[in-house]
T-cell receptor, first 113, second 113 residues
Framework: SQKIEQNSEALNIQEGKTATLTCNYT??????LQWYRQDPGRGPVFLLL?????KEKRKERLKVTFDTTLKQSLFHITASQPADSATYLC????????????FGKGTKLSVKP | NAGVTQTPKFQVLKTGQSMTLQCAQD?????MYWYRQDPGMGLRLIYY???????DKGEVPNGYNVSRLNKREFSLRLESAAPSQTSVYFC????????????FGNGTRLTVT
């Protein structure tokens, strides 16, 4: 069965640095990848989506890459701020209904001032 | 514009009791979903409703029932609660467009003793 791994449970970085979070998957490539942010006691909030035929997507300080050879997506936050501290989830879809969306366990990012 | 509203926010049940978790949306989206989130695990899909009048099982449907009451409302029922159902439950919605992201509510924290 398909597996998805976010290979850091926690990531601590200094303010101003670039945070890089990793999402790996097994078997065949998904149709697209989504990244969400989750704050304590809240539901996930959608950030970015990247399709299998796209290499990179950007939104303000956020950048997502998708490497189907490595079976990996990287999520970057440049010029990180303490307000970026949260848990970040990646999710894979193989198309069709959103009922096919598979979530990773998440990476908890802490940005220290 | 609340988006996705879940009630109650917190609930404690004894083993064997029943309850219904409510979800309502004001975004006029067709598809609605129920997820559970447990420590150390990704979000797991319980049931979903692609459109009004239809429901389908997700990854972990056992012990749950759902009702898509109308386009706005999607409820999740635990007929006989078990400690293994202690979790945080999230309702999510999306429109029917391919690749569209999920919008989540802020969850119901359920403890079964």
């Amino acid at each position: 069965s398909q597996k998805i791994e976010q290979n850091s449970e926690a990531l601590n970085i200094q303010e101003g640095k670039t945070a890089t979070l990793t999402c790996n998957y097994t078997n065949y490539s998904p149709a697209y990848l989504q990244w969400y942010r989750q704050d304590p006691g809240r539901g996930p909030v959608f950030l970015l989506l990247i399709r299998e035929n796209e290499k990179e997507k950007r939104k303000e300080r956020l950048k997502v890459t998708f490497d189907t050879t490595l079976k990996q997506s990287l999520f970057h936050i440049t010029a990180s701020q303490p307000a970026d501290s949260a848990t970040y989830l990646c999710a894979l879809s193989y198309g069709g209904s959103q009922g096919n969306l598979i979530f990773g366990k998440g990476t908890k990012l802490s940005v220290k001032p | 514009n609340a988006g996705v509203t879940q009630t109650p926010k917190f609930q404690v049940l004894k083993t064997g009791q029943s309850m219904t978790l409510q979800c309502a949306q004001d975004m006029n989206h067709n598809s609605m979903y129920w997820y559970r989130q447990d420590p150390g695990m990704g979000l797991r899909l319980i049931y979903y409703s692609a459109s009004e009048g239809t429901t389908d099982k997700g990854e972990v449907p056992n012990g749950y029932n759902v009702s898509r009451l109308n386009k706005r409302e999607f409820s999740l029922r635990l007929e006989s609660a078990a400690p293994s159902q202690t979790s945080v439950y999230f309702c999510a919605i999306t429109d029917s467009v391919y690749n569209s992201p999920l919008h989540f509510g802020n969850g119901t924290r359920l403890t079964v003793t």
